[in-house]
T-cell receptor, first 115, second 117 residues
Framework: AQTVTQSQPEMSVQEAETVTLSCTYD???????LFWYKQPPSRQMILVIR??????QNATENRFSVNFQKAAKSFSLKISDSQLGDAAMYFC????????????FGGGTRLMVKP | DAGVIQSPRHEVTEMGQEVTLRCKPI?????LFWYRQTMMRGLELLIY????????DSGMPEDRFSAKMPNASFSTLKIQPSEPRDSAVYFC???????????????FGAGSRLTVL
């Protein structure tokens, strides 16, 4: 079974600074997808960014980018120019192509942004 | 599109009562998922459907939980009888399996917070 591990329960960043959230996963598959979801206090799960394992290029979405290291099974999220609205829980998630579209989530990292 | 619609947003009930949570997926999506979120266990997949057919219910905690999807636009998650340990936020999500950038991405509803006293 696939597992997703987020080793940082909490992180803190100063507004306008850069922060990196870590995620590792365990799988024997070669074809899969990785995601980062954001959950603000409203508890709505919002997709931040996705990465296809077959793509070598790291995904970017505005201030959000990932560092995907397939051999190391690592998928970190970098948030640049942090804003107060970035404060939330962040979940890393894994999906294999062989099990429908179900996601396996990590335990989450709570990000605090200091003004 | 209005997104994935869940109701109720909040439910407070007493132990032993029946609870029914409802979900309307995004029109055209062929997968529907029920997740449960607790502080202790994080986000757990309970069950998922493909084209209204249950595919994997191995995450359903016990026989007190049941889920149905009578048509492509509606699903329910029922707990009978409810217990205090069922208190959690229950999320419904849907996705589309066809090709394209938006495919295979789960879109979540706002969740239903259940409190069982």
């Amino acid at each position: 079974a696939q597992t997703v591990t987020q080793s940082q329960p909490e992180m803190s960043v100063q507004e306008a600074e850069t922060v990196t959230l870590s995620c590792t996963y365990d799988t024997s598959e070669s074809d899969y997808y990785l995601f980062w979801y954001k959950q603000p206090p409203s508890r709505q799960m919002i997709l931040v960014i996705r990465q296809e394992a077959y793509k070598q290029q790291n995904a970017t979405e505005n201030r959000f980018s990932v560092n995907f290291q397939k051999a190391a099974k690592s998928f970190s999220l970098k948030i640049s120019d942090s804003q107060l609205g970035d404060a939330a829980m962040y979940f890393c998630a894994y999906r294999t192509n062989n099990a429908g579209n179900m996601l396996t989530f990590g335990g989450g990292t709570r990000l605090m942004v200091k003004p | 599109d209005a997104g994935v619609i869940q109701s109720p947003r909040h439910e407070v009930t007493e132990m032993g009562q029946e609870v029914t949570l409802r979900c309307k997926p995004i029109s055209g999506h062929d997968y529907l998922f029920w997740y449960r979120q607790t502080m202790m266990r994080g986000l757990e997949l309970l069950i998922y459907f493909n084209n209204n057919v249950p595919i994997d219910d191995s995450g359903m905690p016990e026989d007190r939980f049941s889920a149905k999807m009578p048509n492509a636009s509606f699903s329910t998650l029922k707990i009978q009888p409810s217990e205090p340990r069922d208190s959690a936020v229950y999320f419904c999500a849907s996705s589309l399996s066809r090709q394209g950038y938006g495919a295979n991405v789960l879109t979540f509803g706002a969740g239903s917070r259940l409190t069982v006293l």
